[in-house]
């Protein structure tokens, strides 16, 4: 089965500073990755997909992620923050290959943007 | 929009109840999903389905029931309640089987067993 690992357990950062979320998965034939975030108090919602094509995949909020599959990873990333941008993100992929087509999460990363 | 409900915001039960958490999603999505979350341990997967009347175990079924009467409605059952379930609850509803999907969850039932 797959695993992701999501380095940085907790993220501060001041507003309008540039942010990474790192992600890294282990490898497989193919893969497909995702990354949502969780506001407090609510479910998770879709930030952005790679399924195929281009490496570099935009999402919504400003976010954009960089697909690298030499090294395995998948990381998120914003040019300038903002207060609102302050909730939860986890990294997740999707494997084909086990016959099924669950994800499988990272353990989350908190981002905090300080005014 | 796709949407998913679950059937209760915040739950407080007693230990041994059973409790019933349910999900309904809107778009025909053929697979559904139940997770908890927990943190530090971010969301592990309890039962899915890929059909009506159709469950498969997840990584921590240990527990934990679930049923799947009508394509749009998965409830995740919990037999006899103990203090170790307490936890956030996630349902999430997706597209077909065999193609690489996004997930789409409910706002989370908050439940705690006393």
């Known amino acids: 089965a797959q695993s992701v690992t999501q380095l940085d357990s907790q993220v501060p950062v001041f507003e309008e500073a540039p942010v990474e979320l790192r992600c890294n998965y282990s490898?497989?034939?193919?893969?497909?990755l995702f990354w949502y975030v969780q506001y407090p108090n609510q479910g998770l919602q879709l930030l952005l997909k790679y399924l195929s094509g281009s490496t570099l995949v935009k999402g919504i909020n400003g976010f954009e992620a960089e697909f690298n599959k030499s090294q395995t990873s998948f990381h998120l990333r914003k040019p300038s923050v903002h207060i609102s941008d302050t909730a939860e993100y986890f990294c997740?992929?999707?494997?084909?290959?086990?016959?099924?087509?669950?994800?499988?999460f990272g353990t989350g990363t908190r981002l905090t943007v300080i005014p | 929009d796709v949407k998913v409900t679950q059937s209760s915001r915040y739950l407080v039960k007693r230990t041994g109840e059973k409790v019933f958490l349910e999900c309904v999603q809107d778009m025909d999505h053929e697979n559904m999903f139940w997770y908890r979350q927990d943190p530090g341990l971010g969301l592990r997967l309890i039962y899915f389905?890929?059909?009506?009347?159709?469950?498969e175990k997840g990584d921590i079924p240990e527990g934990y029931s679930v049923s799947r009467e009508k394509k749009e409605r998965f409830s995740l059952i919990l037999e006899s309640a103990s203090t170790n379930q307490t936890s956030m609850y996630l349902c999430a509803s997706g597209g077909e089987a065999g193609l690489p999907y996004e997930q789409y969850f409910g706002p989370g039932t908050r439940l705690t067993v006393t």
């Open positions: 997740a992929v999707s494997d084909l290959r086990d016959g099924a087509n669950n994800l499988f």
């Open positions: 490898s497989s034939v193919s893969v497909y």
């Open positions: 389905s890929y059909d009506v009347k159709m469950k």
